[in-house]
């Protein structure tokens, strides 16, 4: 039975982020990132690897996408990534 709505389902999306950046074997868990986290105090290299920042840039570029368009439910782990 079709209802006429639209919607939208990035389920594909993320499955084919997840293999791009080596994730496709993960498991999902339902463990929340604490509203109090503090990022800051986690131990960085002197000096980062180039290659490492690019990904992980443009692993949370994509990330921040579906947050804002779909999966607003992640909104808060993804701001604290940036």
Partial sequence: MTTGAIGCNKEAHIDRLLRKYGLGQCNA????????????????????????????SASINELLFIATNTAAQINHAVSCLT
């Fill in 29 to 56: 868990i339902n463990l929340l990132m604490h509203p109090g986290a503090d990022l800051v105090l986690l131990p960085l290299p002197s000096r980062p690897n180039k290659l490492c920042v690019l990904a992980y």
